[in-house]
């Protein structure tokens, strides 16, 4: 039992000593980061996934950077746009297996297979998108058409620069609105504005 007991006292004073080692070593890279470099090493150790909020050339990336060489893992970074889509995220769809009637997707490089993420601009992807994210992030799992598979993500570090974006989606959370509600709330506020100003600026136009 005593043996027991020290072997585990043992194991838990290494894994101490490699996180104060990875702690100071980020330190000495990165200042004034303390908290959030805290942060990432306890959503490392828990298996957690990071969001910061902060202006650009904060050390957002830097930092992501720093965690993928303290675990020696495959990183994958990518600055999404209202435009990325999903098969920039987890590969592309298999073109031989789409002439032989499968529906697949050649992952290597992408996502499911990195270890560490980067993903910038979080707030800026589109509902297919962030959909595509969430079984990924919360069950550790790809469905890459050969059915579910387990990926090796350990840690995603999302970032955002703030502005109007990431305050109509903490409005929606707080509302309890999804981002595809959002999006269709949006698109009936431009339909209505191009149906009340149309006929004005028509009038405008005619008299001028």
Same mark, same amino acid.
């Given at each position: 039992m005593s043996a027991t007991t020290t072997a585990t006292k043992s194991l838990s004073?290494? +894994?101490?000593?490699? /996180?104060?080692t990875a702690r100071g070593e980020l330190n000495a890279r990165m200042i004034?980061?303390? +908290?959030?470099?805290? /942060?990432?090493?306890?959503?490392?150790v828990a298996g957690e996934h990071v969001l910061f909020v902060g202006p650009p050339g904060t050390g957002k990336s830097m930092l992501c950077d720093g965690i993928t060489e303290l675990v020696h893992g495959l990183k994958f970074g990518y600055l999404m746009t209202?435009?990325?889509?999903?098969?920039e995220i987890v590969g592309p769809i298999s073109l031989n297996d789409l002439k032989a009637g499968k529906y697949t997707r050649v992952t290597t490089g992408k996502l499911p297979e990195a270890e560490t993420a980067f993903l910038?601009?979080?707030?800026?992807?589109?509902?297919a998108m962030l959909t595509t994210l969430l079984k990924m992030l919360n069950e550790r799992t790809f469905n890459d058409g050969h059915g579910d598979k387990t990926i090796p993500l350990r840690l995603c570090v999302a970032a955002s620069n703030g502005g109007t974006t990431s305050q109509d989606?903490?409005?929606g959370f707080l509302i309890g609105?999804?981002?595809?509600?959002?999006?269709?709330a949006i698109l009936i506020g431009a339909l209505a504005s191009s149906l009340a100003l149309g006929p004005i600026l028509l009038t405008l136009n005619a008299t001028s």
């Open positions: 004073e290494i +894994a101490r000593d490699k /996180i104060a004034e980061r303390d +908290a959030e470099i805290d /942060i990432c090493l306890t959503a490392l209202k435009f990325t889509d999903p098969s910038d601009e979080i707030f800026k992807g589109r509902s989606l903490k409005t609105a999804t981002p595809r509600l959002q999006q269709i």
